[in-house]
C-alpha cells in the first residue's frame, strides 16, 4: 500500500460488508527508528455467533510498536466495524484482527487483547502477541478490568 494512495481518509467511505472486504491502509511512521507504542482502544467492538447468530460484544485493545509504517485509523475503525456482520469465534475474531495488522505494518511487536463479553455465563478472552516485546518498551496495562460487570 502506497501510503499517497489513501482511499479512504478525507472521503466519504462505505463502511465494508465483511473483513476481507474492508481496505486497511497504512501511512510512514512519523517517527520511524523510535522505539514507542502506538495503542487503539475498541470498547465497542460487535461480531456475531458464528453457531446461533447472536451478537458477541468485546473490549479490544491494540498495542504496537511501529517500524516503517502505520496503521491509518479510519481504515482500522471500518475494518474493525466490518466484523459487525460476520460470523466467527471470538479467538478468530482477535487473532485474525492481530495478524492482519501484521501483515499490513510488519511492526517491531504487536500485542491484542480481546475481552470478550459473557457468552453462555463465561467472558473469553483472547490475547496473541508476536513476540517478546522491545527492551526499554514502556508498556502500560491494558486497563481493561477482569470481568466484574465489565463497566
Known sequence: MDETKLTQLGHATEWPANPEAAVLERVANPQAGQTYLIRFTAPEFTSLCPVTGQPDFAHLVIDYV???????????????????????????????????????????????GGYWFPRGGIPIDVFWQTGKPPEGLWLPDQGVAPYRGRG
Open 66 to 112: 511501529p517500524g516503517d509504517w502505520i496503521v491509518e485509523s479510519k481504515s482500522l475503525k471500518l475494518y474493525l466495524a466490518s466484523f459487525r456482520n460476520h460470523g466467527a469465534f471470538h479467538e478468530d475474531c482477535t487473532l485474525a484482527i492481530g495478524r492482519r495488522i501484521v501483515e499490513l505494518l510488519d511492526p517491531a511487536w504487536l500485542r491484542i
